[in-house]
């Protein structure tokens, strides 16, 4: 089945009305809608039949099992059919009344159930992306505050215009793309770039809209029109990448619509031919339909999914949830990988790598707990950093006074008389007429140290006492666990070296890969950049699987052959797009998985061999025999039950095993 266009134009909903419950979201589908009416009208006559009851009980509930279930799917076919396209779900419904016309209503019923269960299915995640895709226009605000000489004027985001000055104040959202040219504050741009830490911002620098202020208030000169921006273009690319997986789609339509122009056209031979030689009317029906259900698809349907499925329902036991089964299928056959950096293969939470003391300096627990104490008020992810790696130490945090914190700058206060400073390197001159001037450090010794810090691949904070710089502390993201053993399998069964895509700076990024294995290294990339990257190699052939988290990386999870996303610290838009979500962030599940889906390939290929061999028998046995009807029944659902047995070996706590040891 086809799944209809992502369309993110679609009218937000009236502001007065209450916010739709999940289960109205799910039943406003009409897909969804048809296909509970067909299964509940199954399930109750299936009972009914099955116990004997006369016809008049269940027949009905039959009859409106199938229109439910097939007039949707018959009336595409139909409209396909007038344009000289043979269309599979024309070939369903005829199935399912050719079961019908001989009694086997069970089994077309089933039929049709299931193809509009598939159907339903389909549609409801297709509207789940569109929602998804619509909530990342949210991120950037309706309204702005746009500046006229000195006066404020509240206007539309739609309404401004490139060159237009806008006020953002603290804990604002921007409203556009710009340049700021007043102001200085820390803005958190993790959606665009993916940099776990808030960016300082002052005149000249470029800011995104959709990115969060921090506490100081900016003044920002419009670069660019709504429809231009970033987070704009980031949803263009998301939908542009998920067209290009069409051409498969296409290809397996083709695939399917041969198959179903050959057995229509030899039902119709085996009823039309025999008839026109004068063969008996009723007997000729009775093979033709035979022939229609022994020819069914469902053996060959069923060889594909048990494998798939039971691989999904095992992987999402071990916290992977693969959201289909052409995604379990198509994560095997990936044969490049690249892996986002931050909350990837990082936690996305900054920690205390290193404290180097300068000339002079107290301990360094006296240090790290009066940098504690100054930090402690403040809510910078820095100053977090700061407190916990004191608290991990048991250390005493003190009491701050006169606490007051520079936007972009650090904070200060007095800590047991004392005036402790702790913030970026560029806040860091010593003062005159410091207490401390005869053992101060040389700036030139400063500015030294934090350059291994910062070349290290550490974000550099200085800590000053009294006016004199103590301690240069090193603020880095901690590799998440597993990371190193996941790299080297996920190189192992691709074979191929992974790529690390972040938009955080060659430094840090050149720091993470070394720790986890990676020597292939692509930093300071927008999301554009790291889609780009990921279509090269789709063009050179390379099946590629992204692993990220943010909305930075949505545009290349859409791009990718596969890709997976991290789910505790994920963004809506990663996790809608992304083929399969790592529920526990366990990084090293991935390489599991990618062993899982190849096992269940392989099971796919002994199914279908089987499905193969069994409708093919049964087909010859008609056709050049009288293969009556029951055992052609018996023959078509023994050669479904076989495959699904083979594939839900799957299911087993044995099958993970074995996939995660292959994987290590």
């Not at 921006?229 to 949803?235: D, L, M, N, P, T």
């Not at 207490?435 to 550490?458: I, K, L």
């Not at 240069?472 to 895509?501: F, N, Y």
Request: charged share 20%; glycine share 10%.
């Amino acid at each position: 089945m086809v799944s209809p266009a992502l369309d993110t134009r679609l009218p937000a909903p009236p502001a007065a009305a209450p916010p739709p419950t999940r289960r109205t979201r799910l039943f406003a589908l009409p897909e969804v809608r048809w296909a509970a009416l067909s299964a509940a009208a199954f399930l109750a006559a299936l009972p009914l039949d099955l116990a004997g009851a006369p016809a008049w009980a269940w027949g009905p509930l039959y009859a409106l099992c199938y229109a439910a279930g097939g007039w949707e799917p018959g009336w595409e076919g139909l409209k396909a059919l007038r344009a000289k396209s043979l269309d599979v779900d024309l070939l369903m419904v005829v199935a399912a009344l050719g079961a019908a016309a001989i009694g086997q209503y069970l089994d077309g019923g089933l039929l049709v159930v299931i193809f509009a269960v598939s159907g339903a299915l389909e549609a409801l995640a297709t509207r789940r992306t569109a929602d998804s895709v619509r909530g990342l226009l949210d991120l950037a605000p309706e309204r702005a505050v746009r500046l006229a000489g000195e006066r404020e004027e509240p206007v539309d985001v739609a309404a401004l215009r490139v060159g237009d000055t806008v006020l953002v104040r603290p804990g604002e959202r921007l409203p556009a793309d710009g340049t700021v040219v007043d102001g200085a504050s820390d803005v958190d741009q993790a959606t665009i770039t993916g940099e776990p830490l808030p960016a300082p911002k002052t005149p000249g620098d470029q800011v995104f809209a959709g990115s969060l202020n921090g506490t100081g208030a900016l003044r920002v000169r419009v670069d660019k029109d709504a429809s231009d921006s970033v987070i704009a273009r980031i949803v263009a690319l998301v939908e542009e990448a998920s067209a290009t997986k069409a051409p498969t789609q296409l290809f397996i339509e083709r695939v399917e619509q041969r198959y179903s122009v050959g057995v229509v056209v030899a039902t119709l031979a085996l009823f039309a031919v025999p008839l026109a030689l004068g063969a008996d009317f009723t007997g000729t029906l009775l093979r033709a339909m035979t022939f229609m259900i022994v020819a069914s698809p469902c053996a060959v349907v069923l060889a594909t999914m048990p494998p798939l499925l039971s691989a999904i329902a095992n992987a999402g036991r071990h916290g992977v949830l693969v959201k289909s089964a052409v995604v379990m299928e198509r994560l095997g056959t990936v044969d490049r990988v690249a892996l986002d950096k931050t909350g990837t293969l990082t936690e996305g939470a900054p920690r205390v790598a290193g404290v180097r003391l300068l000339a002079g300096a107290p301990a360094e627990e006296e240090v790290l707990s009066l940098a504690a104490a100054a930090e402690l008020p403040s809510e910078h992810p820095l100053a977090r950093a700061v407190v916990a790696a004191a608290r991990e130490r048991g250390l005493p945090v003190g009491r701050a006074e006169e606490f007051s914190s520079a936007p972009g700058r650090g904070v200060r206060a007095l800590v047991g008389g004392r005036e402790v400073r702790v913030g970026r390197p560029s806040a860091a001159a010593p003062a005159s007429g410091s207490r401390a001037s005869a053992r101060r450090t040389a700036p030139d010794v400063v500015a030294g140290v934090v350059s291994e810090v910062e070349e290290a691949g550490h974000s550099a904070v200085v800590v000053t006492v009294d006016g004199a710089p103590v301690a240069v502390l090193g603020i880095a993201d901690r590799l998440r666990e597993g990371a190193p053993a996941a790299v080297a399998a996920l190189g192992r069964l691709t074979g191929s070296a992974p790529t690390l895509l972040t938009g955080d700076n060659a430094p840090a990024a050149r720091r993470v890969a070394a720790e986890a294995g990676i020597t292939d290294v692509r930093a300071g990339l927008l999301p554009a950049d790291k889609a780009a990257a990921v279509r090269e190699w789709e063009r050179a052939g390379q099946r590629t699987l992204v692993v990220g988290d943010g909305v930075n990386d949505a545009p290349a999870l859409a791009a990718a052959h596969s890709g997976v996303a991290m789910g505790r610290a994920g963004s809506d838009l990663a996790l809608e797009t992304a083929d399969a979500v790592v529920v526990r962030d366990e990084l090293t599940t991935v390489p599991a998985v990618v062993a899982l889906s190849r096992r269940a390939r392989r099971l796919v290929t002994q199914n279908l061999v089987i499905a193969g061999v069994c409708i093919g028998a049964l087909v010859i046995w008609d056709l050049a025999g009288h293969l009556p009807l029951p055992l052609g029944v018996a023959g078509h659902e023994g050669s479904t039950v076989l495959v699904g047995l083979n594939g839900l070996r799957l299911l087993r706590e044995s099958a993970w095993r074995r996939a995660a040891a292959t994987a290590a």
